[in-house]
């Protein structure tokens, strides 16, 4: 059942809480070589030049996947579909798992594919995570889905699991500032077409 506007906003609230704890807590900024926070640089508007933003590691489960991603939409129909679901709802820990297990399996994002960035030639375990992942004030994921679920599946196997140079828990993000529906979407549009994105967008 879709959420209703209260829940919504009472989902966005909470999240926006818990990722602004996130930033206020020292152990999660991350130095560069003379002790000031490492800055990433993003192009977060059209036409104009890149924004430097913090880069802050985080606990994984404070993000959440984007569901509005286009590339998952037929799989979203096929899972509804199989688990009798109207519409998959962003605030369900079940619908974050059924999203996570698309981006893991599905054809757009083969095993094999999923397999060399996790292991292959500058992979996650070998070099861990390069590039920050960038996360909407509402913790939703505007890059950086697919190597989110790898790293989540990673963690979920348990402390005996090899997660090589990763950090367990942890994914390095950027925090987005307030963009509006249409500002999001050209920022997608603009990671989906730069090469320097395309390996970790999905």
């Known amino acids: 059942i879709p959420m209703s506007d209260e ?3 009472t989902w966005t609230t909470t999240q926006q809480n818990r990722l602004e704890a996130a930033k206020r807590e020292e152990g999660n900024r991350i130095p560069d070589s003379h002790g000031n926070q490492k800055e990433f640089d993003v192009a977060v508007y059209e036409n104009q030049p890149d924004v430097s933003l913090p ?4 606990p994984i489960e404070l993000v959440s996947y984007n569901f509005e991603n286009v590339r998952i939409e037929k799989y979203k129909k096929n899972a509804c579909s199989t688990n009798d679901i109207e519409e998959l709802d962003p605030t369900s820990e079940e619908h974050q798992d059924i999203v996570q ?3 893991l399996t599905a054809e757009d994002y083969s095993q094999k594919k999923s397999g060399d960035v996790t292991t292959g030639v500058g992979g996650l375990l070998a070099v861990g995570q390069r ?12 890059n950086g889905n697919r190597r989110c679920a790898i790293m989540r ?11 090589g140079s990763l950090q367990r828990g942890k994914i390095k993000v950027c ?5 509006d529906p249409e500002q999001l979407r050209s920022l997608e549009r603009r990671l989906q077409q730069d090469p ?3 390996q970790s967008y999905g």
């Open 175 to 179: 925090f987005l500032p307030e963009l």
């Open 7 to 9: 829940q919504d906003n």
């Open 101 to 103: 297990n698309i981006l």
């Open 196 to 198: 320097d994105y395309k």
């Open 153 to 163: 599946n990673l963690f979920d196997k348990g402390p005996t699991a090899d997660v």
């Open 131 to 142: 590039e920050p992942a960038l996360v909407a004030p509402n913790s939703v994921l505007w």
């Open 55 to 58: 880069i802050f590691s985080i």
